[in-house]
């Protein structure tokens, strides 16, 4: 069946520091890939997605490609701030939503 | 749009009682999911219904677990009788055929005593 895989946490940064979260799949076919978010105390919401190979999504200076050679989506932002401590979900979404796959979350530190 | 919307957003009950979450997906959306979060567990999906109708129900926990959707507006998860390790927060989600992306309520936090 289809899973998702991230690295595991927490990661801690320093604020205005390069972060990397790895995330890497399985899926036949070609899978919609997205990056949510949860800060404390809230629900999961929709940071990025890509819909296609080579695609990247973006938002709030995050960026993720979709490398099907690698079956991987790797979250990326050049300069963290302390506001986006929070946990990261990679997931996969196949079949018209109804194969909707989460990875386990990443939390996310950053320090002043 | 007011998003998707649980109630209540807190409940704490004793062991062996019956409760019952709510929640309201986003007008035109018609694929509703229920997740449940734990330290020790992740984030789990209960079940998912498709235009009010249950497609998978595999990853609910047991017999003590129930959930229904009479209308495309409308479903409740419902725990009797619960235990103490049913403690958790509660997701509702919703998506539509459109982009199949999901957008979460805000849960409920659920601790049995």
């Known amino acids: 069946g289809n899973s998702v895989t991230q690295m595991e946490g927490p990661v801690t940064l320093s604020e205005e520091a390069f972060l990397t979260i790895n995330c890497t799949y399985t899926a036949t076919g070609y899978p919609s890939l997205f990056w949510y978010v949860q800060y404390p105390g809230e629900g999961l919401q929709l940071l990025l997605k890509?819909?296609?190979?080579?695609d990247k999504g973006s938002n709030k200076g995050f960026e993720a490609t979709y490398r099907k050679e690698t079956t991987s989506f790797h979250l990326e932002k050049g300069s963290v701030q302390v506001s986006d401590s929070a946990v990261y979900f990679c997931a996969l979404s196949q079949y018209y939503g109804q194969n909707f796959v989460f990875g386990p979350g990443t939390r996310l530190s950053v320090l002043p | 749009d007011a998003g998707v919307i649980q109630s209540p957003r807190h409940e704490v009950t004793e062991m062996g009682q019956e409760v019952t979450l709510r929640c309201k997906p986003i007008?035109?959306?018609?694929?509703l999911f229920w997740y449940r979060q734990t330290m020790m567990r992740g984030l789990e999906l209960l079940i998912y219904?498709?235009?009010?109708?249950?497609?998978?129900d595999s990853g609910m926990p047991e017999d003590r677990f129930s959930a229904k959707m009479p209308n495309a507006s409308f479903s409740t998860l419902k725990i009797q009788p619960s235990e103490p390790r049913d403690s958790a927060v509660y997701f509702c989600?919703?998506?539509?055929?459109?982009?199949?992306?999901?957008?979460f309520g805000p849960g409920t936090r659920l601790t049995v005593t």
């Open positions: 007008s035109g959306h018609n694929s």
């Open positions: 890509a819909t296609k190979a080579d």
């Open positions: 989600a919703s998506s539509s055929n459109v982009d199949y992306e999901q957008y």
């Open positions: 219904f498709n235009n009010n109708v249950p497609i998978d």
